[in-house]
C-alpha cells in the first residue's frame, strides 16, 4: 500500500488507481466493453433469426400467432417497469436515501420473478401442445414447412434471454445484501451502477426479441 | 500525487425524478402503440415500423436510463461499435443467404463468342484483308 | 557488474497459493507462459506425428480416422490454447503496465480469473482427447460435427470456456490502456507494442462472442436436434461456416497484430533508430482490426455461398493486405540507415519480415476467387497459414521471448546456442513448408491420410523438415531453462531501449517501478539519446 497519499485513500479505492474518479470511470468502461460482448453473444441468434424468416416468411408468420401478444405485452410492460425501479434505486442512493434504495432493488427482484413465472406459463403451455425446438417438435397446426425452426429460434432466444434474467437476478441479490450491509452510499455505488447498466441491457434486448417474435405484420 | 487528464469526470449526475418517470411513460406508450400497430396490415411495413419503435424505446433505456446522453463520449461509441458490427455481421450474412438462387441463372445465360478464335468463317491467311471487307466484320452470333 | 535486485516479483511472496492467487500481472503473465509453453508442445507433438504419417503414403503409424483425431487436435490446441493467448497473455500480460507507467492492469482479479478460465477450458479440452476426441477438423464443420460419433461436446465447450479467457484479457487492456497511461504518454507516444494489444483487444472483444454463441449452437444441434444447421429440418450447413468464420478470420489478426507489434519494437531497437511512419504504423493496426471483420466469407469461396456474396467477400479481401503491407515497408524504411546489430531477437525479426512478407502475399493469391476455386483445401492453404502462423506470429513471440526473457528472469541465455536454434528453426520451418506450396499448387488436399505416389518426396521432405525445426525448439528449451536460475545476471537494459519497461530491474520489483516514472521521452527517441546497455 502506498503511504505518500496527502488526501484520504478511501477504503474502496484499490491499490493500482491513483484516485477514486479513475476506478469508478475504468470500472464502467469495463462494464459497457461486456454488455458490448452481450450485444455481439445474442446478435449472432439475431442473425439466425433474420436468415430463417427471410426464407420462410409465411411459416414465421403462422407460426407467431401460436404465442400469446398479450402474455408478452404484460411481459414487456413488467421488464420496463423493472429498469424504471432499478434505476430509481441508483438515483436514490445517489442521494443517500439508503432504505428507499433497497425498496426498489426488492421491487427490481420481484418484477424480475414476475417476468420468468410469466415465461414459465407460456413455456408450459407450449411443452404441453409439443410446439417445441427441433427433433421433439410434435404439434400439427402450423401451415408451412419446418414450423419447428421458428419454435427453435424462439426457444434458442427467450432462453438466453432468461438465463441473462437469472443472473441479473442473482447480481441484484447481491448488491441488495452490500447496501443493506451499507457498504454503498453517494461515494461509492459503482457496483450497484454496472448491475444497473447490465439489467437495463437486459432490458434492451427484449425490447427488440419482443416485436421480433410476438408482433410479426 | 498525479491527476491524469484522462480520468476528469463530471460530479455523478442525479437525474430529477420526472426524466425518469417521463421516459418510463414514453416506453409504456410507445409499447402499446406497437403492439396496435402490428394488429394493422402494412405488408412489408409492419416489420419495419416494430423494428423503428423498438429502437426508438432502446435509444430511450440507453441515452436516459443508462446514462449515455450525459456520460463520455466514448461509452455511447463502445456501445454503437456492437450495433455497427452486428449489421455487417447481419448485411453480409444475407448478401449470401438471399442470393442463393443467383448461380442458376448465371449457368443458365448461354456463353457469349465474341472472340475471333470462334470465328468459323475460313481466313487466307497471306492476305491483309482490306478494311471495308465484310468477312472479318464481327459477325456477332448471340 | 550486474545483480539481480534481492526483492523482486518473483521472490517477493513464497508457496504456490502466493502463485495460483496471484494479483501481480506479472507473475500472471508467468503463469500463462508456462501454460501456452506446455500446449506448444503437446500440439507440436501432434504435428510430428502427422508428419511421420504423411513420411509415405498409407498407414505408417496410425489408422486413417486417428490420423483425423490427431489434425483435429494438433490444430484445436495450436490455435485455442497456443497461438491465440501467447503474446497478449504471456507478454502482453507481463509488459502493458510497465510499458505505461502503471502499476497494474485495470482489473487484477478479472486478469486471474483469466488464467483460471483457460485452465478450466484447457481441462475439457484434455477431458475430450481422454474420451475419444474429435476428428472433425479444428473448424467443427456442420454436417459431420452434429453427427460424427467423437467427442465434440467437451470440446466444444472447452472452446467455449476458453473464449471468455480472451474476452477477459481483451476487457482488461481496452480498459488498461485507456485509463492507466502516465501523464504525458498520449495516445501517439505509446510503444507500438501497446498499440498491437490495443487493436487486437478490441478484435478480442467484438469477435469472441460470436465464436461463443457459434458452439453453444453446435451443442444445442447435437444435444437437442434443434435443426439449424440440419438441411432436413430446414436449416443451413453453410450458416454455421458464416458464424464460424465471423470469429475465426478476425481471430487470425488476433494472432498477427500483437506479433507485428513485437516487430516494430524489436526492429527500432536493434536498428537503435526511430520507427519509421509511427503514426501509419498505429492507424494500420486499428485499420487491419476493422476491415478484418468483413472478409470471413473468403473462407466459404466454394462452400456454395451465392455469387454476389463471394465476389464481394474476395474484393474486401484485397483490401486486408494494405495496411500489412504499409508495415512491412515502415519496418524496411526503419532499418534504412540504422546502426543494425544482429543479436537473436533481432534474427527473429529479420525472419518475421521475410515469412510474413510471403505468407501474406499467398494469402492474397487465395483471395483471388478464381485461384482459390483450385487451391482450396490443399496443402497451399496450409503453407500459407503456417507461414503468417508461424513464420509471422510464432517468429515474433520467439522474438518477444529472447528479448525480454532477461527482463522477466534478471539473466541472459546463451546467444550462441539461440542463434543455433533459430537457425534450425528457420531452416527446419521452410523446408516444412516451402514444400507445402509446391504439393498444393500440384493438387495435393489437405486433410488427407493417404496420397498418390507422385507426390511422396516432397512428402518425405517436408516431414524431414518438421524434424529440424523440432531438434531447433528442444535446444531453445534447454538453454531458456537453463538461464533461468544460471543465467548471467543482464541488468536493468540489456539492449540499450528506451520504452519503460527498462527503467526498472531485472527483475522488477511488485509494484513495476520504485518510485513512478516521469515520462519524459518517446518509446523510439534514439536521435535524441542511445542508452547505455548493461551488458
Known amino acids: 500500500m502506498d503511504g505518500h497519499e496527502h488526501s484520504a485513500h478511501p477504503a474502496h479505492l484499490a491499490h493500482h488507481f491513483s484516485e477514486p474518479a479513475q476506478q469508478a470511470e475504468s470500472a464502467k468502461m469495463g462494464m459497457w466493453l461486456f454488455l458490448l460482448t452481450e450485444v455481439l453473444l445474442f446478435g449472432g441468434l439475431f442473425v439466425a433469426y433474420t436468415v430463417f424468416p427471410a426464407w420462410n416468411p409465411d411459416m414465421f408468420f403462422n407460426a407467431h400467432k401460436h404465442l400469446n401478444v398479450y402474455l408478452g405485452t404484460l411481459n414487456t410492460f413488467v421488464l420496463i417497469s423493472s429498469s424504471v425501479t432499478m434505476a430509481l434505486a441508483i438515483r436514490s442512493i445517489q442521494l443517500d436515501r439508503r432504505d428507499v434504495s433497497i425498496r426498489y432493488l426488492v421491487v427490481t427482484l420481484l418484477l424480475a420473478a414476475a417476468f420468468l413465472v410469466v415465461k414459465y406459463f407460456e413455456y408450459s403451455h407450449k411443452i404441453h401442445l409439443g410446439q417445441l425446438p427441433g427433433k421433439f417438435y410434435t404439434f400439427t397446426g402450423i401451415e408451412g414447412t419446418n414450423p419447428h425452426v421458428f419454435f427453435s429460434v424462439y426457444f434458442a432466444m427467450t432462453g438466453l434471454h432468461g438465463v441473462h434474467v437469472l443472473a441479473g437476478m442473482s447480481v441484484i441479490g447481491w448488491v441488495l445484501m452490500r447496501t443493506r450491509r451499507g457498504e454503498l452510499s453517494s461515494e461509492y455505488y459503482t457496483p450497484m451502477e454496472m448491475t444497473g447498466l447490465y439489467w437495463h441491457l437486459v432490458d434492451m434486448i427484449w425490447i427488440f426479441l419482443f416485436p421480433l417474435l410476438y408482433l410479426i405484420g | ?142 | 557488474m550486474n545483480t539481480i535486485p534481492e526483492k523482486n516479483f518473483l521472490n517477493a511472496t513464497r508457496g504456490w497459493k502466493s502463485w495460483l492467487f496471484t494479483l501481480d500481472h506479472k507473475r500472471i503473465g508467468v503463469l500463462y507462459l508456462f501454460s501456452i509453453m506446455a500446449a506448444f508442445l503437446v500440439g507440436g507433438v501432434f504435428a510430428i506425428l502427422i508428419r511421420l504419417e504423411l513420411l509415405g503414403p498409407g498407414r505408417n503409424l496410425m489408422e486413417a480416422d486417428t490420423y483425423n483425431q490427431v489434425f483435429t487436435l494438433h490444430g484445436a490446441i495450436m490455435i485455442f490454447l497456443f497461438i491465440i493467448p501467447s503474446i497478449p497473455a504471456a507478454l502482453g500480460n507481463f509488459l502493458l503496465p510497465q510499458m505505461i507507467g502503471a502499476k497494474d492492469v485495470a482489473f487484477p482479479r478479472l486478469n486471474l480469473a483469466s488464467w483460471w478460465v483457460y485452465i478450466l477450458g484447457s481441462i475439457f479440452a484434455v477431458i475430450s482427447i481422454a474420451m475419444g476426441s474429435v476428428d472433425t477438423g479444428w473448424t467443427f464443420y456442420t454436417p459431420y460435427a452434429t453427427e460424427t460419433q467423437t467427442s465434440v461436446i467437451s470440446m466444444t465447450l472447452g472452446v467455449f470456456i476458453l473464449g471468455f479467457s480472451s474476452i477477459f484479457t481483451g476487457l482488461n487492456f481496452i480498459v488498461t490502456i485507456h485509463k492507466m497511461r502516465l501523464p504525458g504518454q498520449t495516445w501517439f507516444r505509446m510503444p507500438l507494442f501497446v498499440w498491437g494489444l490495443y487493436a487486437t483487444a478490441i478484435i478480442q472483444v467484438l469477435a469472441t462472442p460470436v465464436l461463443g454463441i457459434t458452439m453453444v449452437l453446435l451443442i444445442l444441434e447435437r444435444v437437442a436436434g434443434i435443426g439449424i444447421f440440419d438441411p432436413a429440418m430446414g436449416g443451413d450447413p453453410v450458416l454455421y461456416q458464416h458464424f464460424f468464420w465471423f470469429y475465426s478470420h478476425p481471430a487470425v489478426y488476433i494472432m498477427i497484430l500483437p506479433g507485428m507489434g513485437i516487430i516494430s519494437e524489436l526492429i527500432s531497437t536493434f536498428s537503435k533508430k526511430r520507427i519509421f511512419g509511427y503514426t501509419a504504423i498505429a492507424y494500420s493496426s486499428l485499420a487491419i482490426a476493422f476491415i478484418s471483420f468483413l472478409v470471413w466469407g473468403h473462407h466459404m469461396f466454394v462452400s456454395g455461398q451465392s455469387q454476389l456474396a463471394a465476389t464481394i467477400f474476395s474484393f474486401l479481401t484485397f483490401l486486408v493486405g494494405i495496411p500489412s503491407g504499409i508495415k512491412i515497408f515502415n519496418w524496411l524504411a526503419t532499418m534504412y540507415k540504422g546502426r543494425i546489430t544482429f543479436e537473436t531477437p533481432m534474427l527473429y525479426a529479420l525472419s518475421f519480415l521475410f515469412l510474413f512478407t510471403i505468407g501474406g502475399l499467398t494469402g492474397i493469391f487465395l483471395g483471388a476467387l478464381a485461384v482459390d476455386i483450385h487451391l482450396h483445401d490443399t496443402y497451399f492453404v496450409v503453407a500459407h497459414f503456417h507461414y503468417v502462423m508461424v513464420g509471422g506470429t510464432v517468429m515474433a513471440f520467439l522474438g518477444g521471448i529472447h528479448y525480454w526473457w532477461p527482463k522477466i528472469w534478471g539473466r541472459m541465455y546463451s546467444e550462441f546456442w539461440a542463434k543455433i536454434a533459430a537457425a534450425f528453426v528457420f531452416v527446419g520451418f521452410n523446408m516444412t513448408f516451402f514444400t507445402q506450396f509446391i504439393l498444393g499448387s500440384q493438387g495435393m488436399p489437405r486433410r488427407y491420410y493417404t496420397y498418390m505416389d507422385q507426390y511422396q518426396p516432397l512428402h518425405a521432405f517436408s516431414s524431414v523438415g518438421s524434424w529440424v525445426m523440432a531438434v531447433g525448439f528442444i535446444i531453445m528449451g534447454v538453454y531458456l531453462f537453463h538461464s533461468i536460475k544460471r543465467g548471467r545476471p543482464a541488468g536493468n537494459n540489456p539492449w540499450g531501449a528506451l520504452t519503460l519497461e527498462w527503467e526498472t530491474t531485472s527483475p522488477p520489483p511488485t509494484e513495476n517501478f520504485v518510485e513512478t516514472p516521469k515520462f519524459s521521452h518517446g518509446p523510439y527517441d534514439y536521435d535524441k539519446n542511445v542508452p547505455e546497455r548493461t551488458i
Open chain 2, 1 to 142: 500525487m498525479h491527476m491524469s487528464q484522462q480520468n476528469k469526470t463530471n460530479t455523478p449526475h442525479v437525474l430529477p425524478l420526472q426524466v425518469y418517470l417521463g421516459t418510463a411513460a414514453a416506453l409504456f406508450v410507445l409499447t402499446v402503440v406497437t403492439v396496435m400497430v402490428s394488429f394493422v396490415d402494412l405488408g412489408g411495413w409492419n416489420i419495419v415500423v416494430a423494428l423503428a419503435v423498438a429502437s426508438v424505446k432502446a435509444a430511450a433505456v440507453g441515452l436516459i436510463f443508462m446514462h449515455l446522453w450525459f456520460d463520455r463520449k466514448v461509452f455511447l461509441v463502445i456501445f454503437l461499435a456492437g450495433i455497427v458490427f452486428l449489421t455487417i455481421f447481419i448485411g453480409l450474412t444475407m448478401l449470401d443467404t438471399m442470393r442463393r438462387g443467383d448461380i442458376y441463372q448465371i449457368s443458365a445465360d448461354p456463353i457469349h463468342k465474341n472472340a475471333a478464335m470462334y470465328d468459323t468463317t475460313a481466313v487466307t491467311t497471306d492476305t491483309i484483308p482490306a478494311a471495308a471487307d465484310s468477312t472479318h466484320s464481327a459477325a456477332n452470333e448471340k
